[in-house]
């Protein structure tokens, strides 16, 4: 396991297509009620259909767990997750903004758009996580992490269930880190560590 960065990290954003749900149950589950870091997901979601994904993620994490509101202050220890049909940005100031600009990479929520925009409010602060995935969304944004100085971070396409998704964002930017799920967890404990 490489060491920790010496930056202090504020916030993670992490992004996940097909496979994500298991992939982020399994890096999440486990992590102490105490966490204190805020984590901003965006996994691709049907647009017709209401996000079973707060309900899913409530009942076997031990962090708050809520979908993010238009205008919502982003508040520590709490995974928050982008709502169907919508794009998720991270406004200047660290609240929440919604929008139903076009898709990116077909999709809406997109990753790029929440990475993007987070890199903008955290810069050197902010750490990008990619999972598994079936497209591109993501590179380009975990790209946009990396050039504002935040950690970049990509499951092991060996491991993941679609290995599109990393192996693009590997392609596109050399990530800090190419770890497997129980590597990163190991990771955000350490993260969590140097959030003080």
């Known amino acids: 396991m490489p060491a920790a ?17 298991h992939a982020l149950l399994a ?11 805020p984590i901003v997901a965006v996994l691709h979601l049907p647009e017709d259909r209401d996000s079973l994904l707060v309900d899913i993620f409530r009942n076997r994490l031990q962090m708050a767990v809520r979908e993010a509101a238009d205008k919502e202050s982003i508040a520590p220890g709490t995974l928050y997750f982008a709502g169907p049909g ?8 660290r609240s929440f903004s919604l929008s139903c600009e076009p898709p990116v990479e077909y999709a809406r929520p997109s990753i790029d758009v ?12 902010l750490a990008g996580i990619l999972l598994t995935g079936a ?26 269930q679609a290995p599109t998704l ?4 590997i392609r ?8 497997t799920l129980d590597s990163i967890k ?11």
Do not use: W
């Not at 960065?5 to 749900?21: L, Q, T």
């Not at 919508?86 to 100031?93: G, I, N, P, Q």
């Open 166 to 169: 990393p192996e693009a964002a």
């Open 27 to 37: 890096l999440l589950s486990g992590l102490p009620a105490g966490f204190r870091l």
């Open 114 to 125: 929440l990475m993007a925009s987070a890199a903008d409010a955290y810069g050197a602060h």
């Open 186 to 196: 190991e990771l955000l404990l350490t993260l969590d560590g140097n959030s003080c």
């Open 5 to 21: 960065p010496a930056r202090r990290i504020e916030a993670i954003v992490i992004g996940a297509s097909a496979g994500g749900v």
């Open 135 to 160: 497209n591109f969304d993501g590179a380009a944004g975990l790209a946009k992490i990396r050039r504002h100085g935040g950690l970049t971070v990509v499951q092991d396409p060996a491991e993941a």
């Open 86 to 93: 919508y794009h998720l940005s991270v406004e200047m100031d």
């Open 172 to 179: 596109t930017l050399r990530p800090d880190l190419i770890l």
